[in-house]
């Protein structure tokens, strides 16, 4: 399964945001700690609507703490920035892959960038900085569904 890691998070409604999508497509979501919101967060809630009850979400204390148990689970970790290393189009993704996204006013920490397998980019007209970080972790969660056949099915009857 897909994995969607959310590293210390500031804004709650991309994070709701992003959590409703991973509930809709069957991906789980580690949100790394500490979060810049209380996950009661109205606005968090609002953007995550009913979905969060159904998403599979864990906590982790730290990036120290989430590495420990991702690496003890064989998951490579794939980091979405906006100078990654590949496109996310030519990347070849696995159904373990984690795929993270980084905090929306700084990124990931240098350690991340240390610990991350691979880093992807979406390709982008020059002079633009970036994508919100939930359309971007939407484009390269939709690319590596696609790649590892992953999509859930519409109403059981397809794979």
């Given at each position: 399964m897909l994995r969607l890691a959310l590293y210390q998070p500031d804004i709650p409604q991309n994070t709701g945001t992003m959590i409703?999508?991973?509930a809709c497509l069957g991906i789980a979501v580690d949100i790394v700690e500490?979060?810049?919101?209380?996950?009661?967060d109205r606005h968090f809630r609002r953007s995550g609507m009913d979905y969060l009850e159904r998403a599979m979400v864990a906590r982790h204390d730290s990036f120290a703490a989430f590495e420990a148990w991702r690496r003890?689970?064989?998951?490579r970790l794939i980091l979405a920035e906006t100078d990654g290393t590949a496109r996310h189009l030519d990347f070849a993704f696995s159904a373990g892959d984690i795929v993270m996204v980084g905090r929306e006013s700084a990124g990931v920490a240098p350690e991340v960038h240390a610990?991350?397998?691979?880093?992807?980019?979406?390709?982008m007209l020059v002079g633009l900085r970036s994508l919100n970080v939930a359309l971007a972790a939407a484009m390269v969660l939709g690319?590596?569904?696609?790649?590892?056949?992953?999509y859930p099915p519409r109403d059981g009857t397809e794979a």
């Open positions: 409703r999508m991973a500490p979060a810049a919101f209380d996950v009661s003890k689970a064989g998951h610990a991350a397998d691979a880093s992807v980019h979406i390709p690319e590596a569904l696609r790649q590892t056949g992953s």
